[in-house]
């Protein structure tokens, strides 16, 4: 046998060598996905025996998005307790422009007063209600031009089955006070760990004289806080269990190929902080009532437009001092 058939015959079994330790790896990785979701659907099965989230085919007509534009997901938080059909509690909208790895959060607060298409003016989470998520996305479009691509409803059992699963001994949060009304839990003053219904708990106090206003932004708070934990090596690891955690509780358009190039460019591309804002901005709104609506948010549309048209598309961050017209709700 000549030299170079030696050398043919050593890269072809070098070849195979390689090759089969790429299968192994492969199915090795697959498997693991595989175990991981599997433990995560078990989780949230042994959470509640009924889905809390409609996952009827909802009709959602998001805006056109070219590749590498900015992606804007409408986020809703709803605490669904069996009920057919309910308001949502937390209206986000998230922006993620992977070509310059920046994350941005718009808090729109619940009780704005605003138009609904083909409906009676109502606060806007009442659009939620009337129609679901496109019916939210018109009414968002219509008020502040915002173009919207994808939504995702989140039920509040599954945020906590998510904050449990990625961090089992609870995230690290500062609680500026005492906080036990009406969030089933008790949270006592300072720097701790909080778990999964402890967290929610922590978002969702509103006892206070900032109402609304202190909600929103330990929202917004948390949210960061959870962005941290998921991109940490840690966190990337539990990714498939956490999907299968969430799974029954979460309605949304985002999946498939849509979903891998979202969740691809924001692993490979992670920002270093998520960017918020709270509208109504400062000094842009006032107190309200209807008999048919209660008490409300009268907002200036006009700027509030332009506070988030220059807070998504021109990568300014709004500066807001959240202590300024805070009014108990």
Known sequence: MNRQNVKKKKRKSKFKKVSFIILVLFLGLSGYIYYQYSQGLQQASGKSTVSPVDKAKTEFNGADIEKMDKVNILLLGVDSRGEEKSRTDTIMIAQYDP?????????????????????????????????????????????????????AVIDFKGFESVVDTLAPKGIE?????????????????????????????????????????????????????????????????KIPKLVGTIQPYIDTNLEGLDLLAVVKDFFLNPPADIETLRIPVDQSYTMGSYEHAGSVLEIDFDENKQAINQFLNENTVISQNNSAQQQEE
């Not at 009780?111 to 409906?119: A, F, G, L, S, T």
């Open 99 to 151: 070509e310059n790895q920046k994350a941005k959060l718009v808090s729109l607060m619940r009780d704005i007063y605003v138009e609904i298409p083909d409906k009676q003016n109502y606060k806007i989470n009442t659009a939620y209600f009337l129609g679901g998520p496109e019916l939210l996305r018109k009414t968002i479009k219509q008020n502040f031009d915002v173009d919207i691509h994808y939504y």
């Open 173 to 237: 949060m500062e609680v500026e006070k005492r906080m036990s009304e009406n969030i089933g839990v008790v949270l006592q003053p300072g720097l701790q760990n909080l778990n999964g219904k402890q967290i929610l708990g922590y978002a969702r106090f509103r006892g206070d004289a900032t109402g609304d206003f202190g909600r929103v932004e330990r929202q917004q708070k948390v949210v960061n806080a959870l962005k941290d934990e998921i991109i940490s090596v840690n966190g990337v690891t």
